[in-house]
C-alpha cells in the first residue's frame, strides 16, 4: 500500500504542480482513476451534446444517439435556447438558494420551512393579483395584467407577509435555542408541515394554478434577434438574480451590517464576545433569507406554477443547490445553482429517448450523480467549509 | 436509595411485559379492526422509526432517507411479484424471490447511500439525506418502467402466506414477531464491538479515527443495517397496503416518520413504539375527540394537529415522550423520597 502524504492538501507550489493536482489529484491511485475518468466523463458530455446527438427522425424510431434536439452543431438554435432555459433558471435557483444559504451560513440554521415560504408567498401573490385584476373564471392573460398595480403590489405585500412571518418564527422559536442545530431544524420542520397543511385549507383550490406576468413581460414580449426570439419574462428573472446578487455583495461587503454578518459566519462568538449586538443581526438574516425566499416564491408563481408539494420541491432544489455549492457561500449558491439548472435542464432534452413514446426523465437520476460527485470529492460543497 | 434503584427498571420493564403479554394475545384482546389496522400499522412504522432512531441515538447520523429505503424495497417487491395487472416490470415470481430481492436491494441502495453521505455529519447529514429521500420519490414518479405516479398495486395476492386482507392475524403476528426480532436484533448490534465504535464515533470521530478505526465504513455499515431493517418495514408495508405508489415516499412520509421518532423519543429505541402508536392513533381518532372538530382540527388537517404536537414536543422535551416520562418519574421519586424523608429524619433534625 502507498503510504498517503501528510500534508499533501494545502501547500503553496508551483502553477505546473497545481494545475496536475487539479486534474489527476495528488492522492492515492484510486483517487487518480476517480478524477480521470471523472475528466473524461465531462469531456464525452460536451463532446455529446456539441457533435454526437443524433436529431430525432421522422419516422419516430430513433437510435441509442436520438436525442429531442440533436447535436448543437445541427441544431444551434434549441442549444442557444436550452443554455438560456437553464442561465435563467439557474437564477430564479440562486434568489431563492441564498436566502437559505445566508441564513444556514450566519446562524447554523437549517431553515427547513424555506420551501414553505416560497409557496406561501407563490400562492399570497396569485391570490392577491386574482383579486386586483377582478379575475374571471377563465383566470387572467398577461395582457389584463398591470404591472404595478397587479404583479408588484402582490408581490411586496407577498414579501413583506413571508418576512414578518420569518420575523415572528426567529423570535418565537428559534431565538432562544441559538446553537441546537438539530432542534432548530425540527422545529422548522414542524413548522413546514404546518404551513403546508394550512395552506392547502386556505389557498389551494383543485390543482396547480399560476400567477400572470404583467403586460410588459407577457409572452407576446420576445426579445429577437434576426430569427431567434426569447421570452423577456425569463430574461427578467435573470437580471432579478443578478441585481440580487450585486445587491447581496454590496450589503455584506460594504455596510456595517454586511461586516457584522461576515464576521459572525467565521465566528459568532467572538462577534458576540466584543460587544456587539447579533441577536440583531442574526433577526436581519432570517428576514432576509425570508425574504428572498418569498420573492421566489412570487416570480416562481409567475415563471411556472404554485400547487401542494411546490414546497417540497423548492426546500430540495434549494438543499441541492447550496449542498453542491457549499452551505453558507454566496459565490457557491451562484455556482451550485448553475451546476444543478445545467443538470436538470440539459439532461431533458440531451439524454438520448428510445422512443417518441418515451417519458422517462432521467435528469433527477443524473442531478443524484452530480450531487454525489460533487460530494465524493468536496464533502462540503465546491466552496464550503466545515463547520 | 436503594429501593428506588431497583423499583425503576422493574416498573418500566413491567409496562413493557405487560404491553408484551397484550399485543402477543392480539386478536384474542383487540377488536379486528385494531388487530388488521391499527397495531399492524403500528408495527412497521415502530420497524421504520427504529432503524431511524438506531441511527440517530447511537450513530450520530438522523436521517430522512429511511422512508426511501424501505420505498425501495416495496417497489422492487412489487415490480418482482405483480403478473400483468399493475404498472412496473410485471417479473411474475415467486413471493419469496420478491421478498429476497426487496430486502437485498434496498440494503445495497442504503450502503450505497451510507457510503456517500457517511463522510457528512450532523446537520449536513439531514440534508444530505432528505435530498436522497426527494430524488427516490422522484425517481420511481418519472422513470415509468418501474413505477411512475401510480405506483404499483394488487400486491396482496402476491404474498408468501395468503391474502392479508382475508388472514390479518397472520400478518399481524408476521409484524409482531418482525418488530420483536428487529428491537433485540439492534440491541444485540449495539453491544458488539462494531456498536460501542459506532457510539464512539458518535461522541468523538476524530478520536476514533486516530484510534485507527475507519469512521466511514463504520457509519456505511451502520446506514446499511438501517437500511435492511427500514426494508423488512417496506416489506410488512406493501403487504399491509397492497399497492405501492412514489406518494407512499415522498417528503411527507418522510417527515412523518421523523415525526414518529421524535414524538416517541430520538435517543431509545422504545421511542420509535411509543411514537408509532401515539402517530397512528392520533391520525386515526382525531376526528372523533369534539374539542379538536370544534377549533378546526378534524381528520382533514391532520398534517396541522401532527405538526402541532411534533413543535410541542420538540419545544418542551427534545427527547419526546419517554422524555416526558422519565421526567415526571424523576419528580415522582423525588417528591416521595422527601415526603418520606420527612416522616423518617428524627425531630431535632428539621426545626420546621
Known sequence: MKPVPLLSDGRPSQLGIRLKSLLVGNGSRSAIIGRTSLLLAILFAIAWILFIAAPPTESGVGNWRTTTFGAAVHDPRDFLFTLLNTVTYAGLLFVVASGFTLVFGLMRVVNMAHGSFFLLAGYIGVRLQKSFAHAGVFGLSSSQVSLWKDWVLPLVIAVLVVSGTGLIVQQLLLRWNQGQELRQALITIALSLIIADQIVAHFVRGGAETMAWPNVLGPDKQLAIGSFTYPWSRLFMLLVAIGIGLGLLLWLHQTRTGLVIRAGVDDRHMVRALGIHIERVFAIAFVVGAALAGLGGVIGASFAAVDSGVDGQWLLNSLVVVIIGGMGSLGGAAVGALLYAFMSNFAAVYVPTTGPNCCTQYSIILTFALLVIVLAIRPYGLFGRPA | ?352
Open chain 2, 1 to 352: 436509595m436503594r429501593t428506588a434503584l431497583l423499583v425503576r427498571p422493574s416498573l418500566n420493564r413491567s409496562i413493557a411485559t405487560g404491553a408484551f403479554v397484550l399485543v402477543a394475545l392480539g386478536p384474542l384482546v383487540f377488536s379486528s379492526v385494531w388487530v388488521s389496522f391499527i397495531l399492524t400499522q403500528v408495527f412497521w412504522y415502530a420497524i421504520a422509526a427504529s432503524s431511524l432512531i438506531f441511527l440517530s441515538a447511537y450513530g450520530g447520523m438522523t436521517s430522512l432517507a429511511q422512508v426511501s429505503i424501505y420505498g425501495v424495497a416495496g417497489m422492487v417487491l412489487g415490480n418482482t411479484v405483480t403478473t400483468g395487472e399493475t404498472k412496473g416490470l410485471n417479473l411474475g415470481l415467486s413471493p419469496w424471490i420478491g421478498l429476497v430481492a426487496g430486502i437485498a436491494i434496498a440494503t445495497a441502495v442504503a450502503l450505497l447511500l451510507g457510503a456517500v453521505a457517511s463522510r457528512s455529519t450532523g446537520i449536513y447529514f439531514l440534508m444530505l439525506t432528505l435530498s436522497f429521500a426527494v430524488m427516490v420519490n422522484y425517481f420511481f414518479g418519472q422513470v415509468t418502467v418501474v413505477s411512475g405516479f401510480g405506483g404499483i398495486g394488487g400486491i396482496q395476492n402476491h404474498t408468501p402466506f395468503g391474502r392479508p386482507d382475508l388472514h390479518a392475524n397472520r400478518l399481524y403476528y408476521i409484524a409482531l414477531v418482525t418488530a420483536i426480532g428487529v428491537y433485540a436484533l439492534l440491541r444485540y448490534v449495539l453491544r458488539t464491538p462494531f456498536g460501542l465504535v459506532l457510539q464512539g464515533i458518535r461522541d468523538d470521530p476524530v478520536r476514533m479515527s486516530s484510534l485507527g478505526y475507519n469512521v466511514a465504513l463504520h457509519k456505511t455499515l451502520a446506514f446499511g443495517l438501517a437500511g435492511f431493517v427500514a426494508s423488512l418495514s417496506g416489506v410488512l408495508f406493501v403487504w399491509w397496503n397492497n399497492q405501492i405508489s412514489p406518494s407512499s415516499m415522498d417528503i411527507t412520509a418522510a417527515l412523518n416518520l421523523l415525526v414518529i421518532a421524535v414524538i416517541g423519543g430520538l435517543n431509545r429505541l422504545e421511542g420509535a413504539w411509543v411514537g408509532a402508536f401515539v402517530f397512528v392513533i392520533v391520525s386515526d381518532y382525531a376526528q372523533s375527540v369534539g374539542f379538536l372538530r370544534g377549533i378546526g382540527l378534524t381528520q382533514t388537517r391532520f398534517e396541522t394537529l401532527i405538526g402541532l404536537v411534533f413543535l410541542v414536543i420538540v419545544l418542551l422535551s427534545p427527547n419526546g415522550l419517554l422524555g416526558i416520562w422519565e421526567w415526571v418519574r424523576a419528580a415522582v421519586t423525588r417528591v416521595a423520597r422527601q415526603m418520606r424523608g420527612r416522616k423518617d429524619e428524627p425531630p431535632q433534625a428539621s426545626p420546621a
